[in-house]
T-cell receptor, first 113, second 114 residues
Framework: KNQVEQSPQSLIILEGKNCTLQCNYTVSPFSNLRWYKQDTGRGPVSLTIMTFSENTKSNGRYTATLDADTKQSSLHITASQLSDSASYICVVSGAGGSYIPTFGRGTSLIVHP | DSGVTQTPKHLITATGQRVTLRCSPRSGDLSVYWYQQSLDQGLQFLIQYYNGEERAKGNILERFSAQQFPDLHSELNLSSLELGDSALYFC?????????????FGPGTRLTVT
């Protein structure tokens, strides 16, 4: 069964600090992995997407890494801001004819001043 | 603002009833996706339409159905509602089909079944 596990479940950090969120998956065959940011009560917004051949992808202060061999991804947030407080969701899509995504449960990040 | 609109924003109804959620995709987007987000299940993919035709099916219950109209807007119909159907329902759109295309999510419809 395809699964996506995210850790930690929740995280509290101080403004200006860095943090790293983890995503492990069992989806096979693999097509791509996407990180979303979701503010409370709003729709998710895509941060990065990586395919099998990509190791790193950056979007401003967000940097995602992918190790397709170990089926692990991380999202690193640099110099956190209060506006980074949100849920971060990892989504893995399998290769094949149809779009079948597997979602992680997300990491809830709170940035304190 | 993603450019995807959903109506209504909130919906409160009783068990056993039927409701229709509406989604208008971004201008130029041909694919529409429906998702359900509940506290205990997280985000789940329900169904995808591309240019009026069903393209992919996820964890959509038989009590739920959807369609995409010629003007590309989409509707999600939920019938024989149960308490467990209470959730946020998101619509997303993308320019084409395929998981590599950027999906833009709407603001969601919060459904409460009492």
């Amino acid at each position: 069964k395809n699964q996506v596990e995210q850790s930690p479940q929740s995280l509290i950090i101080l403004e200006g600090k860095n943090c790293t969120l983890q995503c492990n998956y069992t989806v096979s065959p693999f097509s791509n992995l996407r990180w979303y940011k979701q503010d409370t009560g709003r729709g998710p917004v895509s941060l990065t997407i990586m395919t099998f051949s990509e190791n790193t992808k950056s979007n401003g202060r967000y940097t995602a890494t992918l190790d397709a061999d170990t089926k692990q991804s991380s999202l690193h947030i640099t110099a956190s801001q209060l506006s980074d407080s949100a849920s971060y969701i990892c989504v893995v899509s399998g290769a094949g004819g149809s779009y079948i995504p597997t979602f992680g449960r997300g990491t809830s990040l709170i940035v304190h001043p | 603002d993603s450019g995807v609109t959903q109506t209504p924003k909130h919906l409160i109804t009783a068990t056993g009833q039927r409701v229709t959620l509406r989604c208008s995709p971004r201008s130029g987007d041909l694919s529409v996706y429906w998702y359900q987000q509940s506290l205990d299940q997280g985000l789940q993919f329900l169904i995808q339409y591309y240019n009026g035709e069903e393209r992919a099916k996820g964890n959509i219950l038989e009590r739920f159905s959807a369609q995409q109209f010629p003007d590309l807007h989409s509707e999600l119909n939920l019938s024989s509602l149960e308490l467990g159907d209470s959730a946020l329902y998101f619509c997303a759109s993308s320019v084409s089909t395929g998981s590599s295309y950027e999906q833009y999510f709407g603001p969601g419809t919060r459904l409460t079944v009492t």
